[in-house]
């Protein structure tokens, strides 16, 4: 469904400033897997899933998603098979939008744009439907600038325009890190709730380790490029947190004694 092979990615290459973010990256996705990513600041999380999305060009290394190769492609043209949503409440709308206008634009997103971007009445009524799952009452408020809601509320409505659409891959970038652990925790069970609704396969970057094993079926570990950890199924359900910061100190005793040696 989803597959990475082989990439690479540099920064500043030939630079005294010269970071490896990623190098030799593989990892296959089957359809409906929802795989959380753990690991320390520069270990590559953000720039896999930027890869993915378009946003970056892979240095070497491929990605495929259903079968299409969408190493190269444009970004507008990878965003017909992936939903995203950022960590910043402010990066995933318009905030001069209405909120029913951002859901439309949601919903033609990687299309050619034309009049299918006004708000008919039907799509008022799939758009009311839609925000009342978020068990905000912002179905009563669609006419309500995007700019004028509050943080979670604007990430609520960013997951929901993410999964507008049915995309193959949804891309979660430490997208509750930004909000208070009231409003974390209600668009944490709506990402889990809109996960397992549309059958997304799911790539979802966090901090939180418990939220890292408590969500989804597989959970991988990067450091320094790499994926150095990977765990599914009943392993997955089996580890805890003490399990996970173990595995990480072990691999950063072995970088460091590797640095001083």
């Not at 439309?104 to 990687?110: E, H, K, Q, W």
């Not at 790539?203 to 990067?222: E, K, P, S, Y």
């Amino acid at each position: 469904m989803l597959e990475v092979t082989g990439l690479r990615k540099v920064f500043f290459p030939d630079t005294p400033n010269e970071k490896i973010a990623l190098d030799n990256v593989s990892l296959a996705l089957d359809p409906g897997d929802f795989v959380t990513i753990i690991g320390s600041n520069g270990a590559g999380k953000s720039t896999l899933l930027n890869l993915i999305a378009g946003e970056f060009r892979a240095d070497s290394g491929g990605i495929a998603i259903d079968g299409v190769n969408v190493t190269r492609m444009p970004v507008h043209k990878v965003a017909r098979y992936v939903g995203r949503v950022f960590q910043d409440p402010m990066a995933g709308t318009v905030p001069h939008g209405t909120i029913e206008q951002n859901l439309a634009m949601a919903l033609a997103r990687g299309r050619a744009r034309g009049l299918r971007m006004g708000v008919t009445n039907a799509k008022r009524a799939i758009f009311a439907r839609e925000l009342a799952n978020l068990e905000l009452g912002l179905e009563h408020r669609m006419r309500t600038d995007a700019g004028l809601l509050s943080g979670g509320q604007r990430q609520a409505l960013s997951l929901l325009m993410a999964t507008m659409g049915s995309p193959r891959v949804l891309l979660l970038d430490e997208h509750t890190a930004a909000l208070d652990p009231a409003r974390a925790e209600l668009v944490t069970r709506l990402t889990a709730q809109a996960v397992e609704r549309h059958h997304l396969t799911t790539l979802m970057v966090t901090h939180n380790m418990h939220q890292a094993l408590t969500l989804g079926n597989r959970l991988i570990m990067m450091h320094e490029g790499r994926i150095i950890y990977d765990l599914a199924g009943e392993e997955k359900k089996r580890a805890t947190v003490e399990d996970l910061l173990h595995q990480f100190e072990q691999i950063k005793a072995v970088s460091d004694r590797t640095l001083l040696a």
